[in-house]
T-cell receptor, first 115, second 109 residues
Framework: DVKVTQSSRYLVKRTGEKVFLECVQDMDHENMFWYRQDPGLGLRLIYFSYDVKMKEKGDIPEGYSVSREKKERFSLILESASTNQTSMYLC??????????????FGPGTRLLVL | GQNIDQPTEMTATEGAIVQINCTYQTSGFNGLFWYQQHAGEAPTFLSYNVLDGLEEKGRFSSFLSRSKGYSYLLLKELQMKDSASYLCAALDSNYQLIWGAGTKLIIKP
């Protein structure tokens, strides 16, 4: 079974703090994704990565950065947390297949509250 | 722009059948996914359709009409554990997933 784990289920941070969200997958997937999920909105893609040290902006990258130093690990960084970044953050991974995007497997999510 | 529409909430009775609709408008199309998400949990894959027609998988079936930009998820013999949100997502020409906001399904005894 594919396993995607996230470092924390719940986090409380203060405005201006630097926040690190870690995601690890154990299936040797090339693709990794960071989404945020807010009530009434669909999943919104923040950043994704097709390979080590490679990153691409998603739909809402502002205020975020990412790091992929190893294939299995994809980190999301909030340089200076703000209250509008309070959300559920979901990490996902999938195999790289140009002909058809493989199914994405999700981690359990991190619920971040910024005070 | 790219858009996915699905109802916000639906209610159904245990043992019954429910159909959750999804319409999409994307730049190109490479398939449609349905995911199930229980409250407080991660989305889990249910189905993928890229060709027109109905695909059946146990109590769940998914239908696609590419010409109409339309899909539905059909759940039969509803069980209380089917209470969840159901997310529709379309794959565009760049193989990027465009997500709907999800349909919250409430099952009543």
């Amino acid at each position: 079974d594919v396993k995607v784990t996230q470092s924390s289920r719940y986090l409380v941070k203060r405005t201006g703090e630097k926040v690190f969200l870690e995601c690890v997958q154990d299936m040797d997937h090339e693709n990794m994704f960071w989404y945020r999920q807010d009530p009434g909105l669909g999943l919104r893609l923040i950043y994704f990565s097709y390979d080590v040290k490679m990153k691409e902006k998603g739909d809402i990258p502002e205020g975020y950065s990412v790091s992929r130093e190893k294939k299995e690990r994809f980190s999301l960084i909030l340089e200076s947390a703000s209250t509008n970044q309070t959300s559920m953050y979901l990490c996902a991974s999938s195999l790289l297949e140009r002909e058809r995007m493989e199914t994405q497997y999700f981690g359990p999510g991190t619920r971040l509250l910024v005070l | 722009g790219q858009n996915i529409d699905q109802p916000t909430e639906m209610t159904a009775t245990e043992g019954a059948i429910v159909q959750i609709n999804c319409t999409y408008q994307t730049s190109g199309f490479n398939g449609l996914f349905w995911y199930q998400q229980h409250a407080g949990e991660a989305p889990t894959f249910l189905s993928y359709n890229v060709l027109d027609g109905l695909e059946e998988k146990g109590r769940f079936s998914s239908f696609l009409s590419r010409s109409k930009g339309y899909s539905y998820l059909l759940l039969k013999e509803l069980q209380m554990k089917d209470s969840a949100s159901y997310l529709c997502a379309a794959l565009d020409s760049n193989y990027q997933l465009i997500w709907g906001a999800g349909t919250k399904l409430i099952i009543k005894p």
